[in-house]
């Protein structure tokens, strides 16, 4: 079936969801483009992070053209494909962030410990939404996960990940800064589909939202913007 077809038969969300599902992969492909061609006009130092940019971008893009038609032929949310997505993608972004502090003396321990919290922030999630969605469970699993991206948050704003930025000061503390700000309030979409897509306490409070909207439009904002503000530092340091 193509994407026409569903968007003349389907009903008006699903033709959306859809939608957002086959325009996120065509936005993730466009940017992994955009990274890899542009990688060699940067020196060494830079060349890395914006490898790591586009493998983002290229990661989503594939597991989109399988959300997007597995959606299409079950009409049920691509969970399993979803996880395994941010589970590459995540520690990537993780990746980032000691990639551009590596300069001021970012050691590996800083990366190790964000990919760790970031793995539990997702193996929880999923053990919330993919086991435990209608069992009036969701919302622990979902708190624990949340605790975990707390960590994150806590370590980039004020830990030892600020510190570093502090102390390089320049493009590379602004370009830290604004990553920081994509966490706190990128990241932060994340939740709200969740508690959209599961049920809880908070079943209602976004009732009229679809999670798999909520979570496209999230990975759009987020990864395409984190290799934006690292490609931007790359072009502000060159
Ligand atoms: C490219 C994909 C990204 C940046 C995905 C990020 C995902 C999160 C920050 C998910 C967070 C969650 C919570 C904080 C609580 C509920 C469960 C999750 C996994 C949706």
């Given at each position: 079936m193509n994407i026409l077809n569903l968007m003349i038969e389907g009903a008006?969300?699903?033709?959306?969801i859809t939608f957002t599902f086959f325009i996120g992969c065509m936005a993730?492909?466009?940017?992994?483009?955009?990274?890899?061609?542009?990688?060699?006009?940067?020196?060494?130092?830079?060349?890395?992070?914006?490898?790591?940019?586009?493998?983002?971008?290229?990661?989503a893009a594939v597991h989109y053209w399988y959300m997007r038609e597995y959606y299409m032929d079950t009409g049920s949310s691509p969970t399993f494909f979803r996880y395994v997505d941010w589970i590459l993608t995540v520690p990537l972004m993780c990746v980032e962030f000691y990639l551009i502090l590596k300069a001021a003396g970012a050691q590996k321990s800083l990366m190790w410990k964000l990919i760790l919290l970031s793995t539990?922030?997702?193996?929880?999630?999923?053990i919330g939404e993919g086991l435990h969605n209608d069992d009036g469970q969701a919302w622990l699993w979902g708190l624990i996960s949340g605790i975990a991206y707390f960590a994150i948050v806590y370590e980039i704003w004020l830990g030892g990940a600020a510190k570093l930025a502090a102390s390089a000061g320049g493009a590379v503390q602004a370009a830290?800064?604004?990553?920081?700000?994509?966490?706190l309030v990128g990241w932060a979409i994340y939740?709200?589909?969740?508690?959209?897509?599961?049920?809880?306490?908070?079943?209602?409070?976004?009732?009229?939202?679809?999670?798999?909207?909520?979570?496209?439009?999230?990975?759009?904002?987020?990864?395409?913007?984190f290799g934006l503000v690292v490609y931007q530092l790359a072009v502000d340091s060159k």
């Amino acid at each position: 079936m193509n994407i026409l077809n569903l968007m003349i038969e389907g009903a008006p969300i699903e033709n959306l969801i859809t939608f957002t599902f086959f325009i996120g992969c065509m936005a993730m492909m466009a940017a992994s483009v955009f990274f890899f061609l542009s990688m060699n006009s940067f020196g060494e130092k830079w060349r890395t992070s914006i490898l790591v940019s586009g493998l983002i971008t290229f990661i989503a893009a594939v597991h989109y053209w399988y959300m997007r038609e597995y959606y299409m032929d079950t009409g049920s949310s691509p969970t399993f494909f979803r996880y395994v997505d941010w589970i590459l993608t995540v520690p990537l972004m993780c990746v980032e962030f000691y990639l551009i502090l590596k300069a001021a003396g970012a050691q590996k321990s800083l990366m190790w410990k964000l990919i760790l919290l970031s793995t539990i922030m997702l193996i929880t999630g999923y053990i919330g939404e993919g086991l435990h969605n209608d069992d009036g469970q969701a919302w622990l699993w979902g708190l624990i996960s949340g605790i975990a991206y707390f960590a994150i948050v806590y370590e980039i704003w004020l830990g030892g990940a600020a510190k570093l930025a502090a102390s390089a000061g320049g493009a590379v503390q602004a370009a830290h800064k604004t990553l920081c700000w994509f966490v706190l309030v990128g990241w932060a979409i994340y939740p709200i589909g969740y508690m959209a897509g599961t049920e809880g306490w908070y079943s209602g409070i976004f009732g009229g939202l679809d999670m798999d909207v909520i979570y496209n439009v999230g990975d759009a904002i987020n990864k395409i913007g984190f290799g934006l503000v690292v490609y931007q530092l790359a072009v502000d340091s060159k």
